[in-house]
């Protein structure tokens, strides 16, 4: 195939010529309005995203219910916990804080001796020690009223180096007690193992009772979020947040579904439950906490509700249904219902989350098309069950639009939107650039809330498994996915949003890749395909322009628009390895002015596969400059060199067109 170009660019010179002076004629008016807004969607649990990922709790097994290893998740250990001075642990379930953490530990030792006792934790793969404030919660009891010095610290993997601490008295008595403390430290330590250590002046401790030990380190903007992790998402400017899930939503069986209703309400009321991918779920970051996260980066929800389908290939037979419709209702008037109308509503308020959330999308289920089961179930009468109640249920609440977790292939005409996800190769994406013009515009919505580049695509057998899978995003990857959201812009008019997936990537904790942004407990990496994430929601079309072209598309691809302030915003990618010059002029005697002030974004490298890591964090950036004189030819139209493997955007401000 490059042999054969490479000839036909050798002998065709009018090919050359013609390809060489491609050129994108622009209509200044508005042809449709575009409703595509992007939207982020962090898949709980995968990649430890949530726990031990943008839930800043630092502990690990806070509260005993997760095992060691997969065999005993959730029977309650001790792991990830050792005992200081000499301390005995014993897990009991004796006098249990809540019906939800019901193991708690006792902590017993000599004390006749001075010094500390306790226990210490290594965190998710390691506590950062910085110089910032730590909020240290716990809970407390002992069977003999007592006064007992607590002490926390940060320390090395060890114990025998304490970078920062406090101390505090307490009055201990038979009932539990929430104890909070502050650490404030002034020391940064970079090692990746070190420790928090909760303990008790030895003179003083009778046997302690403790659960539910908490540690946190400065967060976003007042939320549960880490710091770094939900700036990054921030800067995306994401439109839509997507929530929660997508397997966690329906959980490895019906008893570890989600249920809204145990993932909501004071974190020791939230029982958790095994993770779809890894390890324990605490439910800690869940629905109020992803609201409120997003709505400061101004994003609003697509909320999944739990619709009768579980991993394990089961469904629950209609016969049976009734009681899931019923707690997806409750689920509906609980985040719905006006201040004080309701009993549900007046328990969001005690939540903490007084004013009915602001929902535009409800989607029912999660991927029930890839078992034969659940299609079937989905079709047969689980879509309608859990619609109609829905409809009911979010009557007079606005605009509640509902989604069908159904692709395209075979959208459910009683919805209005539906659903469908990809996860292939950039050739398969580039291809899809235009599969949406030709899609019928019925009122059908067609998200995209999924999709990523996830292989090559130049070996053998299963995407998913062959041995071309990417580990991270790749330059021409992430090229590849914006020339796909192009076709999706341009037809913004059936296509409401679109998430990359899955957001996260704990490099300590990895059962799928690529992701969007890989981290450590230290600190994160964007990715290429982050760029082109970033270009979008940063560059949103509001009207999509008509382009007719000199040639076709490909290897060049393109979507022009106007933003809301009506600056045209024009993007454009090359998916060769070689430059290509391509001129962009305005229809109806009108040029760009090329005195105003202009910017051009660009991703671009010659090697395509190029990635970037916590290794080499920096080896694919975007650059960013103004637009120059040299940018524009005569008759003031754009003459641009777009280079190998690259996505660009043009942004020229309102009144960038003028008469020629
Ligand atoms: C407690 O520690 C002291 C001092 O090390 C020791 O003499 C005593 O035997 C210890 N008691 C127990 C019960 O271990
Ligand atoms: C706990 O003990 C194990 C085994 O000695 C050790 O590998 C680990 O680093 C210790 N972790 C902490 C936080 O003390
Ligand atoms: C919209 O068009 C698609 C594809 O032709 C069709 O399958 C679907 O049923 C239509 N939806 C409505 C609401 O008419």
Excluded at 247 to 254: A, D, M, P
Excluded at 390 to 396: D, G, H, K, V
Excluded at 550 to 575: C, E, F, M, Q, R
Excluded at 645 to 651: A, E, G
């Amino acid at each position: 195939m490059r042999l054969f170009s490479a000839l036909a660019c050798a002998i065709g010179a009018g090919l050359v010529a013609a390809q060489q002076q491609q050129v994108l004629t622009v209509s200044p008016t508005v042809a449709k309005k575009s409703q595509f807004g992007l939207c982020a969607f962090i898949e709980n649990n995968i990649n430890s995203a949530t726990d031990g990922g943008i839930y800043a709790e630092l502990i690990r097994n806070r509260a005993f219910q997760e095992g060691g290893t997969s065999s005993n998740v959730g029977t309650g250990t001790l792991a990830y916990w050792n005992a200081t001075g000499g301390a005995k642990l014993t897990l009991t379930k004796a006098s249990p804080l809540s019906q939800a953490l019901p193991q708690s530990v006792l902590v017993s030792g000599n004390s006749s001796t001075s010094g500390f006792l306790g226990l210490r934790n290594s965190g998710f793969f390691g506590i950062p020690v910085r110089a910032h404030r730590y909020t240290v919660v716990f809970y407390a009891r002992a069977n003999s009223a007592a006064q007992t010095t607590f002490k926390a610290s940060l320390t090395n993997s060890a114990g025998d180096k304490v970078f920062a601490s406090a101390t505090k008295l307490v009055s201990l008595t038979g009932q539990w007690q929430k104890v909070e403390m502050q650490i404030d430290s002034t020391t940064q330590d970079n090692a990746r193992d070190n420790a928090f250590a909760l303990e008790m002046a030895k003179g003083t401790s009778p046997v302690v009772q403790l659960n539910f030990i908490s540690l946190f380190p400065p967060t976003w903007k007042g939320t549960t979020a880490r710091a770094d992790l939900a700036q990054a998402i921030a800067d995306l400017k994401p439109v839509y947040f997507r929530l929660p899930g997508g397997n966690s939503l329906e959980g490895n069986n019906i008893a570890e579904r989600f249920t809204w209703s145990k993932a909501v309400g004071d974190v020791i009321t939230r029982p958790g439950r095994k993770g779809t991918w890894v390890g324990w779920d605490t439910d800690g970051y869940s629905l109020h906490e992803a609201y409120k996260l997003f709505s400061q980066m101004g994003a609003q929800p697509i909320l999944g509700v739990f619709a009768g389908y579980t991993l394990d290939q089961k469904a629950v037979p209609q016969s049976q249904l009734q009681p899931y419709v019923d707690e997806v209702a409750n689920q509906i008037h609980y985040l719905l219902d006006p201040q004080g109308s309701s009993a549900l509503a007046k328990q969001r308020e005690q939540d903490g989350q007084p004013e009915p959330w602001k929902l535009p999308y409800v989607q029912i289920g999660n991927e029930d098309w890839l078992s034969e089961v659940g299609k079937t179930t989905y079709d047969q009468y689980r879509l309608d069950a859990f619609s109609k109640d829905i409809t009911t249920a979010t009557s007079s609440k606005g605009n509640v639009k509902l989604i069908a977790s159904s692709p395209y292939v075979s959208p459910k005409s009683r919805l209005p939107d539906v659903d469908q996800h990809d996860y292939n190769t950039p050739d398969n994406f580039i291809r899809r650039w235009s599969e949406r013009d030709s899609w019928a515009r019925n009122n059908t919505g067609v998200h995209e809330l999924e999709f990523a580049v996830i292989n090559t695509g130049k070996c053998q057998g299963s995407l998913y498994s062959n041995a071309c899978r990417l580990k991270y995003p790749t330059l021409i990857g992430a090229v590849a996915e914006a020339t796909f959201m192009m076709g999706l812009e341009r037809n913004g008019d059936i296509t409401p949003s679109a998430a990359y997936a899955p957001l996260f990537h704990n490099v300590a904790s990895v059962q799928w890749t690529p992701d969007l942004i890989a981290f450590d407990s230290q600190g994160l990496v964007k990715s290429t395909s982050y760029y082109t994430q970033w270009a979008f929601g940063n560059n949103r079309i509001d009207g999509i322009h008509t382009v007719k072209s000199s040639a076709p598309a490909g290897p060049l691809y393109w979507s022009v628009g106007t933003s809301t302030d009506n600056a045209y915003i024009i993007k454009l990618t090359n998916v060769d390895g070689s430059a290509h010059p391509i001129t962009v002029q305005l229809d109806g005697g009108l040029g760009f002015s090329s005195t105003t002030t202009g910017t051009l974004w660009q991703l671009s490298g010659t090697d395509k596969e190029a990635n970037n890591d916590l290794s080499k964090p920096n080896n694919v950036l975007p650059t960013t400059r103004a637009l120059a004189p040299s940018d524009f030819g005569a008759g003031r139209t754009l003459k641009l060199t777009l280079p190998p493997n690259s996505f660009t955007v043009v942004r020229l401000p309102a009144g960038a067109d003028s008469p020629k």
